[in-house]
């Protein structure tokens, strides 16, 4: 079993940054890619961004060039560097976690962990 902890969200303006925090307990085994998605009432989940254990990371065409991950494996936590936010950015982030490596497309059916998810919110 994995467990996953979002916070860092919240209100912020357009142009602005947020860093999105993970902690991860567990199997580690089964953390060997970590992931964010975000998801809009309504809406499917999207994958944002991926890092695995050989540190490969993957981006969704949409926010590539203004997100960053980085996984910390001392402190067992993902990060997600937000800049530059849009309102379209708006929506609920989840931490997502399983075994194996990233893959360019980052679909929510390769994840088997998820957290609660923490909210962004980009007003214009």
């Known amino acids: 079993q994995v467990q996953l902890v979002e916070s860092g969200g919240g209100s912020v303006p357009a142009g602005g940054s947020l860093t999105l925090s993970c902690v991860a307990s567990?199997?580690?085994?089964?953390?060997?890619?970590m992931a964010w998605f975000r998801q809009v009432p309504g809406n499917e989940r999207e994958g944002v961004a991926c890092v695995d254990n050989e540190e490969r990371t993957f981006y969704g065409a949409s926010v590539e060039g203004r997100f960053t991950v980085h996984k910390d494996r001392a402190k067992n936590t993902l990060y997600l560097q937000i800049n530059a936010l849009k309102p379209e950015d708006t929506a609920m982030y989840y931490c997502?976690?399983?075994?194996?490596?990233?893959?360019?497309?980052?679909?929510?059916?390769?994840?088997?962990?998820w957290g609660q998810g923490t909210q962004v919110t980009v007003s214009s």
């Open positions: 567990g199997n580690a085994y089964a953390r060997g890619k």
């Open positions: 997502a976690a399983d075994s194996g490596y990233c893959s360019s497309a980052l679909r929510e059916r390769e994840f088997t962990y």
